[in-house]
Structure formats: structure tokens, C-alpha cells
């Protein structure tokens, strides 16, 4: 009966053009053996990053053109505390290799700020002083192509002289502030082979990234059918959406008078972005015209894993309810971030840009 009502209740999408799926809630991680993927990089920082990184006049590039035998790939956010406590470490790691004859120019580092603007790369590094370039990874692109690591996660790419992309000889989570050990690391793998690297790692066990759900099924059901009922109306009909993807989605049909409509929701679960910090749990409810209608956290924290204050969900809810899914907008840390709270307000922002490929595997279900 109720897959009857649902189907008699359905109302057709927009129509959209389709991109990349959002995070999956089970990835795997970049690890020991495999190819750096050729992702599109900008530099945007001074003349002298393109050059140290051997790019010619290019501010996009992929990381097999940087001119290096090994490059040091750290992932980092600006607000994340870990990533400015190991920021001193790596600018005497830089200083080191730049001053041994035997490692400049031939190992070179590489930062990518998750979920971080230019100008706030460019804050970071006048704040930190980091001579080395940092490029922003606003949408979290390179993020998920590499598996959707905490930060900071340092990556240590062998580097293919056949112009091949680069081979991953190591990456590392957390913390990593002894420079005379890593220096020493760096050393032995710049001078490693690319080829045996890749046969190691082809038979290294996999680590793929996974996030603890917060509630059973019957829970989870039950925390969006209130969301559904919170947006007004009553419930006339209820129920999953099961799509390819295996995005989290459910529908229901509300009434209010004499009239009736259909609404989704989709609960969105990421893995925080920083090592120390709680993942980011939230419900998002939106109709027929892609217009979000509702936002519910499931667990959302600031500063020191704080819940945030019901002051705070409001002001959220005020900044993402009326957006459309199909014109996401773009997130700005200073207006749209809860105070404290500014990598989780980046991943909600985040999560909701990724409605577009949403909206149109529902499209493809009939909806």
C-alpha cells in the first residue's frame, strides 16, 4: 500500500546535467603502491612557488609535472589544530632539504588545503610563515579523489621519470614533527625504485575509510520521518529510496489541507576532516523543485568536539534552508561558517553541492 501511494504521489524532477557522486560513506584510502591521481591543481600564491616546483609559467598542473624524484603531498586544513601545530615541523623539513646539496631539487613538498579558499591558504601561510606553495581544494575534489583522509595526512609520491603519474611510497595520518627521522625517510624513498614500488604495493592489504553509524535503522527512520514533519503537514506516506549509489534517501508525501506534496531527505554522513574532530552528521529535506526545506543535525560539533547550541542549528538552518540543489552556492568562512565551527560548516556546505548527481539518479527512478 504504501509503495502504491508513493508511486501515485511521485512528481518528475528538474532536469539536470550530472556530476561527480557525493563521498561514499566506505572509501579507500590512498595507500603504499598505488598512483597519485592526476588531479588538476592551481596555484595561486606567488611566482616563486611555480618555479620551485619546476611548472614554467603553468598555475594548473597535475602533480607528475612537478619537476622532483620524491614530492610530499600534505593534506591539511587551515583551521584544523594538528595541521598548525606540525606547520613549524615541515617549514625546517623544507629549510633542511633546501640546504643539503644531495636532497634540493630533488625532494619537494606540496600542501592541499581541504575545504579551504585561497585567501585563507594565503592567511595560513603568512600566518605560519611556510615557504613552501599550498594550493585550495575549496570543493574537496582532491579530497575525495585520494579517499577522504583526515588531516593532516602526509603523502610521500616516488616520482616517474617517464612523465608516468608518480607512485605512492608512503602516507601517514596525524602528527609529524620529527624532522630528522622524516628527512632520513625522504632521503632512502627519493632514490627508490618506482617499478618494484608499485609490485610491493600491489599485494599490500587495502584500509578503506569508514564512517561508525550514529543510530540503528529503525532509529535513523524514525529522526528523518520528524524531519519530514518538522518542514509541516501531515505524513501520508513514507518510506526509502534505495539508488545505485547507495546515498542514504528517503521520501514522503505531506498534506496540508486539500493539497499534497512530495519531499526527500537525505542523510548525510562525512568523516571530519580533521584527525581529531567528530565526523559531521546531518539530515537535509528538499521538494520536488530541488529547494532545500529542512536541516536536522545528527551530530554536528565545534571547537573542542562541542555540540553546537541550538542558537547556532538555527543560524545553520537559516543559511542553507531556501538554497536549490541544483544552484548550489558556494561556501565563504566568513558568513556562512558557525563560529568555532568552520570544517564541519565547509563539509554541510559541501555535502549539499553534491545534489545535483542526487537529483538526478531520483530522476532516473521515476521521481
Known sequence: MMKLLLQLAAVPLLALVTLAPAAAEDRQLIAFGDNFPELELTLAGPDHDRSYLGLGARSSFTASQV?????????????????QEQAPAYNE???LIEKTPATRGRIKLLGIAVGNLAEEVEAFRRAYQVPFPIVADPRFAAHRALGGSATPFSIYVRQDSSGRPGVVAEARL???TDVQKLFA??????????AALRRQGAAATRQRTAITPLYSEEQLAERVRQAFIKTGGQLAGFGPVELRSGRRIYTAVLRRGEQSGRLFAEVASR????DICHDVHFIYVFDTATRIVGFEPL?????GNLAWSDQEVEWMR???VGQYLTAPRSFDPKVDAVTSATISSAIIFDSLAQGESLIEELRARGY
Open 93 to 95: 623539513l623544507f629549510k
Open 271 to 274: 568523516q571530519t576532516v580533521c
Open 185 to 194: 625517510e625522504l632521503q632512502q624513498l627519493a632514490s627508490a625504485d618506482a
Open 174 to 176: 596525524g602528527l609529524n
Open 299 to 303: 551530530q554536528v560539533t565545534k571547537y
Open 318 to 320: 537559516r543559511r542553507v
Open 67 to 83: 619537476r622532483a624524484d620524491l614530492l610530499l603531498v600534505e593534506l591539511l586544513n587551515v583551521h584544523c589544530s594538528h595541521c
